[in-house]
């Protein structure tokens, strides 16, 4: 306590003088914020409107969500991938069919058309395919995946500990040397 209102008279009383103390005093005043964050348990990377149980709570959402999305995403891509390679193996298959009956119109003109829808249907698959890899490629990956799951275990086991009451001193105890 005595260090904190040493620090708020020490301006006053500097800007008087026409010395150079003011970065000592920022320097002090540095520090005291930073202890008062230590104490209080606030981390300059989190907003401190945001209580720890909201933080965890939203990152085990975010985390469950993102997992569900990778999860969708790569049951999406491989069904695409099955329809590829089947559209691809009909092009081919088509292909060679058309090849073997060119003499005939009629069933030519059918194989075509099979052909053609074929081609339209893996050009489709191939588009979709392209469509959500450059979706999955935002996507995280199981390693990240992992360590966010790491992270939420962190932040609860944080949480358990800050929900235990500090043990506080009664008052604060004055510096050992006092600052010129």
Do not use: Y
Request: glycine fraction near 4%.
């Amino acid at each position: 306590m005595a260090l904190v209102l040493f620090l708020f008279v020490l301006p006053k009383v500097s800007n008087n003088n026409a010395g150079g103390g003011s970065s000592e005093v920022a320097k002090l005043r540095e520090e005291l914020e930073a202890r008062r964050k230590a104490l209080s348990g606030i981390n300059e990377a989190t907003n401190v409107n945001v209580s720890p149980r909201d933080l965890a709570s939203r990152v085990a959402t975010d985390s469950a969500k993102l997992s569900e999305l990778v999860t969708q995403l790569q049951a999406a891509v491989g069904r695409l991938q099955n329809e590829l390679k089947m559209s691809q193996t009909t092009v081919h298959s088509l292909s060679n069919q058309l090849a073997i009956r060119t003499s005939e119109s009629t069933a030519n003109t059918g194989l075509r058309q099979q052909l053609d829808s074929a081609l339209k249907r893996g050009d489709a698959a191939e588009l979709e395919l392209q469509s959500l890899r450059q979706q999955f490629a935002g996507a995280p990956t199981a390693a990240q995946m992992e360590a966010l799951l790491k992270e939420r275990d962190s932040l609860r086991s944080r949480l358990n500990s800050l929900g235990k009451p500090p043990s506080e001193p009664d008052s604060v105890s004055a510096p050992e040397e006092p600052v010129p």
